[in-house]
């Protein structure tokens, strides 16, 4: 079964510090692999996305993610946090190309930020 | 920068009501989708649409669910007898290439009664 988890419900970072939220996957063939963000009372969106090609992906607010698939894993990573960061991150899968593809979305992890 | 807009932001209805829900995806984008977060849930898959039809459903999307562009511009999900379980956020999504980049709107929170 096609699934993604995020261990951990919430993270809380100090201002300025590195950030590292995690994602592990579960999907036959070569997946397609993304990082969304929801800000309270806002939709999702799209912070980056792993397709092909370098395992380093970067993405939207100087946020990066890691593509390693001997690990199964996505982590979504920032070197400095910012108080605006405060929201929840989701990681997310679609199951190899197809047309109008579905994404599988984790369960997303709370990021908090203390002074 | 252009956005996918949903109508209303709630809707409070009573149990075996029909709802619709309303959706403008970003004008030039072909692939359209509807998902749903029930409160505490994940963000869950209902239905993907290309070019005037279904092209996947999960299990979630019953007889009771259908998905319609009425005028080339809206994607509209209608409930038609809503159950005190559909109470959701529901979030309509539109995706230009048909791979990756799904671009979500801001939801519409269902409250059923």
């Known amino acids: 079964a096609q699934s993604v988890a995020q261990p951990e419900d919430q993270v809380n970072v100090a201002e300025g510090n590195p950030l590292t939220v995690k994602c592990t996957y579960s999907v036959s063939g070569n997946p397609y692999l993304f990082w969304y963000v929801q800000y309270p009372n806002r939709g999702l969106q799209f912070l980056l996305k792993?397709?092909?090609?370098?395992?380093l992906v970067k993405g939207s607010y100087g946020f990066e993610a890691e593509f390693k698939r001997s690990q199964s894993s996505f982590n979504l990573r920032k070197p400095s946090v910012h108080w605006s960061d405060a929201a929840e991150y989701f990681c997310a899968v679609a199951p190899g190309y197809s047309s109008a593809s579905k994404i599988i979305f984790g369960s997303g992890t709370r990021l908090s930020i203390r002074p | 920068e252009p956005e996918v807009t949903q109508t209303p932001s709630h809707q409070v209805t009573q149990m075996g009501q029909e709802v619709i829900l309303r959706c403008v995806p970003i004008s030039n984008h072909l692939y359209f989708y509807w998902y749903r977060q029930i409160l505490g849930q994940k963000v869950e898959f209902l239905v993907s649409f290309y070019n005037n039809e279904i092209s996947e459903k999960s299990e979630i999307f019953d007889d009771q669910f259908s998905v319609e562009r009425p005028d080339g511009s809206n994607f509209t999900l209608k409930i038609r007898s809503t159950k005190l379980e559909d109470s959701a956020m529901y979030f309509c999504a539109s995706e230009g290439t048909g791979v990756g980049e799904q671009f979500f709107g801001p939801g519409t929170r269902l409250t059923v009664l």
């Open positions: 792993y397709i092909t090609g370098d395992n």
